[in-house]
Protein backbone atom coordinates (compact mmCIF):
# COMPACT_ATOMS: atom_id res chain seq x y z
CA UNK A 1 0.00 0.00 0.00
CA UNK A 2 1.30 3.65 -0.83
CA UNK A 3 1.52 6.35 1.94
CA UNK A 4 2.00 9.64 1.82
CA UNK A 5 3.44 12.10 4.64
CA UNK A 6 3.10 15.39 5.27
CA UNK A 7 5.14 16.96 8.05
CA UNK A 8 4.48 20.32 8.37
CA UNK A 9 0.90 20.68 9.54
CA UNK A 10 1.19 24.29 9.49
CA UNK A 11 2.95 27.08 7.75
CA UNK A 12 3.45 31.09 7.13
CA UNK A 13 4.91 33.10 4.87
CA UNK A 14 4.88 36.87 4.19
CA UNK A 15 3.17 38.13 0.94
CA UNK A 16 5.42 38.16 -2.10
CA UNK A 17 8.12 35.60 -0.47
CA UNK A 18 8.51 32.10 -1.35
CA UNK A 19 7.54 29.05 0.57
CA UNK A 20 8.05 25.47 0.31
CA UNK A 21 5.63 22.28 1.35
CA UNK A 22 7.20 19.04 2.00
CA UNK A 23 5.82 15.91 1.28
CA UNK A 24 7.49 11.93 1.34
CA UNK A 25 5.77 8.94 -0.09
CA UNK A 26 6.06 5.45 -0.18
CA UNK A 27 5.48 3.19 -2.45
CA UNK A 28 6.70 -0.22 -4.39
CA UNK A 29 5.29 0.79 -7.66
CA UNK A 30 8.06 2.24 -10.20
CA UNK A 31 5.72 4.26 -12.19
CA UNK A 32 2.97 6.57 -10.56
CA UNK A 33 1.57 10.10 -10.68
CA UNK A 34 2.11 13.06 -7.78
CA UNK A 35 0.02 15.89 -7.30
CA UNK A 36 -0.27 19.32 -5.14
CA UNK A 37 -4.05 19.80 -4.55
CA UNK A 38 -5.16 23.11 -2.86
CA UNK A 39 -8.13 23.06 -0.44
CA UNK A 40 -9.57 26.63 0.15
CA UNK A 41 -12.04 27.00 2.68
CA UNK A 42 -14.92 26.39 0.61
CA UNK A 43 -14.04 23.09 0.59
CA UNK A 44 -13.19 22.18 -3.03
CA UNK A 45 -10.13 20.25 -3.66
CA UNK A 46 -8.24 22.12 -7.07
CA UNK A 47 -5.14 20.65 -8.51
CA UNK A 48 -1.90 23.01 -8.23
CA UNK A 49 0.47 20.61 -10.41
CA UNK A 50 1.33 17.26 -10.92
CA UNK A 51 4.42 15.47 -11.76
CA UNK A 52 4.64 12.23 -13.84
CA UNK A 53 7.57 9.72 -12.39
CA UNK A 54 8.81 8.48 -15.35
CA UNK A 55 10.04 12.10 -16.02
CA UNK A 56 13.00 13.67 -14.36
CA UNK A 57 12.12 17.39 -15.43
CA UNK A 58 10.56 18.81 -12.66
CA UNK A 59 6.74 19.84 -13.29
CA UNK A 60 6.13 24.14 -13.02
CA UNK A 61 2.91 25.98 -13.09
CA UNK A 62 3.48 29.63 -13.13
CA UNK A 63 4.28 30.37 -9.32
CA UNK A 64 4.16 26.92 -8.85
CA UNK A 65 7.08 24.27 -9.17
CA UNK A 66 8.11 20.89 -7.44
CA UNK A 67 11.70 19.38 -6.56
CA UNK A 68 10.68 15.88 -7.41
CA UNK A 69 13.16 13.79 -6.02
CA UNK A 70 12.72 9.68 -6.98
CA UNK A 71 14.97 7.65 -5.46
CA UNK A 72 14.26 10.04 -1.85
CA UNK A 73 10.58 9.61 -2.53
CA UNK A 74 10.22 13.27 -1.71
CA UNK A 75 7.79 15.71 -3.60
CA UNK A 76 8.34 19.21 -2.27
CA UNK A 77 5.79 22.24 -3.56
CA UNK A 78 7.57 25.53 -4.01
CA UNK A 79 5.72 28.85 -4.28
CA UNK A 80 7.07 32.23 -5.27
CA UNK A 81 5.75 35.49 -4.95
CA UNK A 82 2.88 33.93 -2.01
CA UNK A 83 -0.25 36.09 -2.01
CA UNK A 84 -2.92 36.14 -0.05
CA UNK A 85 -5.00 34.02 -2.28
CA UNK A 86 -2.89 30.81 -1.46
CA UNK A 87 -3.98 30.92 1.64
CA UNK A 88 -5.37 27.57 2.08
CA UNK A 89 -5.12 23.42 3.10
CA UNK A 90 -2.30 21.90 0.80
CA UNK A 91 -2.23 18.53 0.31
CA UNK A 92 0.12 15.99 -1.19
CA UNK A 93 -1.30 13.40 -3.31
CA UNK A 94 -0.34 9.92 -4.72
CA UNK A 95 -1.83 7.82 -7.68
CA UNK A 96 -0.99 4.40 -9.25
CA UNK A 97 0.19 4.25 -12.83
CA UNK A 98 -1.65 4.43 -15.45
CA UNK A 99 -4.27 6.68 -13.75
CA UNK A 100 -7.71 6.58 -12.95
CA UNK A 101 -7.43 4.92 -9.85
CA UNK A 102 -7.58 6.80 -6.28
CA UNK A 103 -6.01 9.17 -4.88
CA UNK A 104 -4.41 8.47 -1.72
CA UNK A 105 -3.64 11.66 0.14
CA UNK A 106 -1.34 12.95 3.01
CA UNK A 107 -3.00 14.97 6.01
CA UNK A 108 -2.02 18.37 4.94
CA UNK A 109 -0.42 21.06 5.25
CA UNK A 110 -2.28 24.06 6.55
CA UNK A 111 -0.43 27.68 4.85
CA UNK A 112 -1.11 30.77 5.80
CA UNK A 113 -0.16 34.15 3.52
CA UNK A 114 0.95 37.15 5.29
CA UNK A 115 0.00 40.45 4.32
CA UNK B 1 -18.21 23.21 -18.65
CA UNK B 2 -20.19 22.94 -15.33
CA UNK B 3 -18.15 21.20 -12.52
CA UNK B 4 -19.18 18.24 -9.77
CA UNK B 5 -22.13 19.26 -8.10
CA UNK B 6 -22.97 18.12 -4.55
CA UNK B 7 -25.84 18.46 -2.50
CA UNK B 8 -26.09 19.46 0.63
CA UNK B 9 -23.64 21.38 1.34
CA UNK B 10 -24.24 21.04 5.09
CA UNK B 11 -26.38 18.58 7.41
CA UNK B 12 -26.65 17.89 11.23
CA UNK B 13 -28.20 15.12 12.54
CA UNK B 14 -28.69 13.09 15.01
CA UNK B 15 -26.91 9.84 15.91
CA UNK B 16 -28.55 6.72 14.97
CA UNK B 17 -30.50 8.64 11.98
CA UNK B 18 -30.12 8.26 8.72
CA UNK B 19 -28.37 10.66 5.85
CA UNK B 20 -28.46 10.42 1.86
CA UNK B 21 -25.58 12.89 -0.18
CA UNK B 22 -26.03 13.35 -3.77
CA UNK B 23 -23.54 14.08 -6.71
CA UNK B 24 -24.15 15.04 -9.80
CA UNK B 25 -20.36 14.36 -11.82
CA UNK B 26 -19.09 16.06 -14.90
CA UNK B 27 -20.69 15.24 -17.79
CA UNK B 28 -18.84 12.25 -19.83
CA UNK B 29 -17.29 11.27 -16.58
CA UNK B 30 -17.64 7.67 -16.42
CA UNK B 31 -15.53 7.90 -13.37
CA UNK B 32 -16.86 8.57 -9.66
CA UNK B 33 -15.04 8.76 -5.97
CA UNK B 34 -16.67 9.26 -2.95
CA UNK B 35 -14.05 10.32 -0.51
CA UNK B 36 -14.58 10.71 3.20
CA UNK B 37 -12.46 13.94 4.94
CA UNK B 38 -12.21 13.88 8.85
CA UNK B 39 -11.24 16.95 10.09
CA UNK B 40 -7.23 17.50 10.34
CA UNK B 41 -6.66 14.81 7.96
CA UNK B 42 -6.54 14.08 4.31
CA UNK B 43 -9.24 12.48 2.42
CA UNK B 44 -9.49 8.50 2.06
CA UNK B 45 -11.84 6.82 -0.34
CA UNK B 46 -14.96 5.19 0.56
CA UNK B 47 -15.94 4.11 -2.67
CA UNK B 48 -14.94 4.01 -6.83
CA UNK B 49 -17.58 3.63 -9.66
CA UNK B 50 -16.93 3.03 -13.12
CA UNK B 51 -20.27 3.39 -14.82
CA UNK B 52 -23.13 2.61 -13.01
CA UNK B 53 -20.18 -0.79 -11.67
CA UNK B 54 -18.44 -0.45 -8.08
CA UNK B 55 -14.70 -0.68 -9.10
CA UNK B 56 -13.35 -0.25 -5.04
CA UNK B 57 -15.24 -0.85 -2.04
CA UNK B 58 -12.87 -2.04 -0.17
CA UNK B 59 -12.86 0.92 2.54
CA UNK B 60 -16.34 1.17 2.41
CA UNK B 61 -18.23 0.11 5.76
CA UNK B 62 -20.94 -1.85 4.59
CA UNK B 63 -22.81 -2.45 7.97
CA UNK B 64 -23.64 1.51 7.53
CA UNK B 65 -22.76 3.30 4.42
CA UNK B 66 -23.87 2.47 1.19
CA UNK B 67 -23.16 3.86 -2.52
CA UNK B 68 -25.14 3.63 -5.28
CA UNK B 69 -24.69 5.05 -9.22
CA UNK B 70 -27.77 3.24 -10.48
CA UNK B 71 -27.86 4.80 -14.14
CA UNK B 72 -24.13 5.52 -14.08
CA UNK B 73 -24.50 9.43 -13.55
CA UNK B 74 -25.26 10.79 -10.20
CA UNK B 75 -24.73 8.90 -7.25
CA UNK B 76 -25.87 9.12 -4.20
CA UNK B 77 -23.79 7.89 -1.10
CA UNK B 78 -26.21 6.92 2.26
CA UNK B 79 -25.34 6.34 6.06
CA UNK B 80 -27.64 4.44 8.09
CA UNK B 81 -27.53 4.69 10.85
CA UNK B 82 -25.14 7.56 11.35
CA UNK B 83 -22.53 7.62 14.06
CA UNK B 84 -20.36 10.50 15.68
CA UNK B 85 -17.71 9.40 14.42
CA UNK B 86 -19.08 10.10 10.75
CA UNK B 87 -18.85 13.59 11.24
CA UNK B 88 -16.58 14.60 7.84
CA UNK B 89 -16.70 16.10 4.87
CA UNK B 90 -17.81 13.74 2.08
CA UNK B 91 -16.51 14.65 -1.47
CA UNK B 92 -17.19 13.45 -4.62
CA UNK B 93 -14.45 13.71 -7.43
CA UNK B 94 -14.85 12.63 -11.19
CA UNK B 95 -12.37 11.69 -13.98
CA UNK B 96 -12.91 10.35 -17.58
CA UNK B 97 -12.13 6.63 -17.77
CA UNK B 98 -8.88 6.98 -19.41
CA UNK B 99 -5.11 7.05 -18.29
CA UNK B 100 -3.34 10.10 -17.01
CA UNK B 101 -6.25 11.82 -16.33
CA UNK B 102 -7.09 14.37 -13.83
CA UNK B 103 -9.65 13.83 -10.95
CA UNK B 104 -12.62 16.72 -10.94
CA UNK B 105 -14.16 17.44 -7.18
CA UNK B 106 -17.21 18.69 -5.97
CA UNK B 107 -17.55 21.15 -3.26
CA UNK B 108 -18.56 18.25 -0.66
CA UNK B 109 -21.04 17.89 2.30
CA UNK B 110 -20.30 18.55 5.60
CA UNK B 111 -21.79 16.20 7.92
CA UNK B 112 -22.18 16.77 12.15
CA UNK B 113 -23.55 14.13 13.68
CA UNK B 114 -24.39 14.98 17.70
Known amino acids: AQTVTQSQPEMSVQEAETVTLSCTYDTSENNYYLFWYKQPPSRQMILVIR??????QNATENRFSVNFQKAAKSFSLKISDSQLGDTAMYFCAFMKYPGNTPLVFGKGTRLSVIA | EAGVAQSPRYKIIEKRQSVAFWCNPI?????LYWYQQILGQGPKLLIQ????????DSQLPKDRFSAERLKGVDSTLKIQPAKLEDSAVYLC????????????FGQGTRLTVV
Open chain 1, 51 to 56: QEAYKQ
Open chain 2, 93 to 104: ASSLNLPNTEAF
Open chain 2, 27 to 31: SGHAT
Open chain 2, 49 to 56: FQNNGVVD
